[in-house]
């Protein structure tokens, strides 16, 4: 060795030290049993997919904890239905009220059970609940889209086992199939594949079935895709669904110890050389205790009690840890999963509260990306065709609008109230003040429309009018602001 090699310098014979270990990448014996290879989206669809769907609809049935977050997703993604609203203009700038008013009333007409549903049992809003539910608890919704009923289109819901997770084609002229899934060499969607209606079970089994191909167009496939290259909807719940199943069975099996506990039971257990030498015989002693009677035992027979001590203190710490293990899985608050609102102040259910609803909101985009906006695009053009977008009045829509409509629609679906309501409208009005807010930002993040609003007050103004209110009590109805506003005009040397 060279005398002037430093005595720490990195020799390329030298053994290599590792510095900085990782260790979530340990492959010694306290590692072994985590998994070490990545699998793509395909493969997890393919081996977990039927299990996943499985177990969460048993969890949705039988965990009320599971049931609780499925009414949470429906009440919070759709609750009373996603509002359209057409805000399309004349070319004079001007809003066109008459238009609008005639998409917005032929779309709610359409919405009826009689119109858009194949079945003619539920309406749209029942349709978008019965959606959320299969969100919850597959992963992923399909709806077909048929050509059918007064509007020329009608809804199906499809139960997503039908389109099997195992059903894969290697390539076939241009296109392949990944878990029931028709695609070309771009990766998109050209068609899906069901179970046949004639010949699926009960269990859903795949061998010799038949398939039914629809064309990509007329499915609405609804899923969150949280993988690239991710082909189908895994259950909200995946994460928690070991957890909430093991603790479903601590508390059933500490719920039965209970009560075996609270009957108060006791052993008879024989002296030597008495009692019966087996526990079938004749002299086998069982007896029923009532409240204020004393037993006499045979000689030799002695009673002692039994009397299990579990739960003990350490059940509901051990319950509450479980379920906020799983209400972060979820993307729910421990307190609204658990329904426990103990030791919680303002400050902590705000916070919480906050942090939930972003992801309601998030979900509610999901719904009316993938699932509202596509369904009213096929509607407005099948409506606009066929002349069914009127007023009511004689006034038809022509289908030289359809451009300007689609534009000028959008859906807005349900917002919350604040825990504390007056201090939502002090820090709003004062946000005007500061002019950081508009009054028509404040009203849009109610889940209310501007327009609405005003035409509310216009409609009560007329009202108050044709009634013979006074003007003063109509001032006070208005509030300071309108007080203010209706003063004598100034004096020309005013500014």
Request: glycine residues 8%.
């Amino acid at each position: 060795m060279s005398g002037n090699m430093p005595f720490n310098s990195h020799a390329a014979w030298a053994t290599p030290r590792l510095v900085g270990q990782i260790e979530a990448g340990r492959v010694d014996r306290f590692g072994s049993s985590w998994v070490g290879t990545p699998t793509t989206p395909d493969e997890q669809i393919r081996i977990y997919g039927r299990i996943l769907i499985a177990r969460s609809r048993d969890m949705a049935i039988n965990d009320p904890y599971m049931r609780g977050f499925v009414r949470k997703c429906r009440a919070n993604i759709i609750g009373h239905g996603v509002k359209l609203r057409c805000l399309a203009k004349k070319a004079n700038g001007k809003e066109d009220g008459r238009l609008n008013g005639a998409v917005v009333a032929s779309w709610v007409d359409w919405c009826k059970a009689k119109n858009c549903d194949v079945t003619g049992r539920e309406g749209f809003v029942r349709l978008c609940l019965t959606v959320t539910s299969s969100l919850a608890v597959d992963g992923e919704a399909f709806v077909h889209i048929v050509q059918d009923g007064p509007y020329g289109i009608q809804l199906q819901h499809i139960d997503a086992v039908r389109c099997p997770h195992d059903y894969d084609v290697d390539e076939n002229k241009g296109t392949y199939i990944r878990a029931g899934i028709e695609y070309d060499r771009s990766d998109r969607v050209i068609a899906y594949y069901f179970l046949s209606d004639d010949s699926h079970g009960s269990y859903y089994g795949l061998e010799g079935q038949s398939y039914i191909r629809v064309p990509a167009e007329n499915i609405c496939h609804v899923y969150r895709q949280e993988q690239a290259g991710q082909k189908r909807g895994f259950p909200w719940a995946t994460s928690a669904l070991y957890r909430l199943k093991n603790l479903k069975e601590f508390e059933d099996n500490a719920a039965l110890n209970a009560r075996v506990g609270a009957a108060k039971m006791g052993l008879v257990t024989w002296d030597d050389d008495a009692g019966p030498e087996r526990p079938d015989d004749d002299r086998a002693i069982h007896f029923t205790s009532e409240a204020g009677t004393f037993l006499e035992l045979p000689t030799g027979a002695n009673l002692e009690k039994w009397d299990p001590a579990f739960p003990d203190q350490a059940f509901g710490p051990f319950i509450k840890s479980g379920l906020r293990a799983a209400a972060a899985g979820m993307g729910v608050g421990y307190n609204s999963l658990a329904n426990d609102l103990e030791g919680v102040n303002f400050s902590s259910i705000r916070a919480g509260m906050l942090d939930e609803r972003e992801l309601w909101k998030e979900e509610q985009h999901l719904v009316i990306e993938q699932l509202i906006e596509p369904i009213f695009d096929r509607f407005i053009r099948l409506a606009l065709l066929s002349g069914k977008v009127t007023d009511g009045t004689g006034y038809v829509v022509p289908p030289t609008k359809l451009e300007s409509i689609l534009r000028a629609s959008s859906f807005h679906p349900r917002r919350w109230d604040w825990v504390d309501p007056k201090s939502d409208v002090v820090a709003n009005q004062k946000a005007m003040d500061a002019l950081i807010k508009s009054p028509q930002q404040v009203i849009r993040e109610r889940g209310q429309n501007p327009e609405d609003v005003l035409d509310d007050w216009a409609s009560w103004a007329k009202a108050c009018e044709a009634r013979g209110i006074p003007k003063e009590l109509m001032q006070v109805a208005f509030g300071e602001q309108v007080k203010t506003a209706v003063t004598d005009e100034p004096d020309n040397d005013d500014e």
